[in-house]
Structure formats: C-alpha cells, structure tokens
C-alpha cells in the first residue's frame, strides 16, 4: 500500500470508531429517555395519590367539626 491508501484506511478507521461512540451515545440517550419518562410517570402517578389523600382529609376535616362543635 501506498501512503495515501494508509491515510485512507486510517481516516476511514477513525469514522468508524466515531459513528460507534455515537451509536452508543445514542442508545444511552434513549435508555435515559426511557428512564426519564417512567420516572415522570411514577411522579404523576404518586401525585394523583396525594391529590386522592389531601382530598380524603378535607372531607374528614369538615365532617369532623360539626361533631366537635356538638361536643363543646
């Protein structure tokens, strides 16, 4: 092989390597994607939970002062 085929075959060797580290750049972004959309999901989740609680305990709230008047 001459030089240029040698400077060929090492420019040709560094993209690959280069379009591998961005294949797996872009498999981590996505697993973190995946990650991230569960997380938010969770979050929503444990969100409406806490909405169900809060409300649990207004309606506890106001049935419990009118009994707590009638024993004062």
Same mark, same amino acid.
């Given at each position: 092989?001459?030089g240029v085929q040698t400077?060929?075959?090492?420019?040709?060797?560094?993209? #690959?390597?280069?379009? *591998?580290?961005? &294949?797996?750049?872009? $498999?981590?972004?996505?697993?973190?994607?995946? !990650?991230?959309?569960?997380?938010?999901?969770?979050? #929503?989740?444990?969100? *409406?939970?806490? &909405?169900?609680?809060? $409300?649990?305990?207004?309606?506890?709230?106001? !049935?419990?002062?009118?009994l707590k008047k009638s024993?004062?």
């Amino acid at each position: 092989m001459d030089g240029v085929q040698t400077e060929m075959l090492q420019r040709i060797t560094r993209v #690959e390597t280069k379009v *591998d580290n961005m &294949d797996e750049k872009l $498999d981590r972004a996505i697993l973190a994607n995946e !990650t991230a959309t569960a997380a938010l999901h969770s979050a #929503e989740s444990a969100h *409406d939970r806490l &909405d169900r609680i809060e $409300d649990n305990q207004k309606w506890l709230w106001r !049935t419990m002062r009118p009994l707590k008047k009638s024993f004062s």
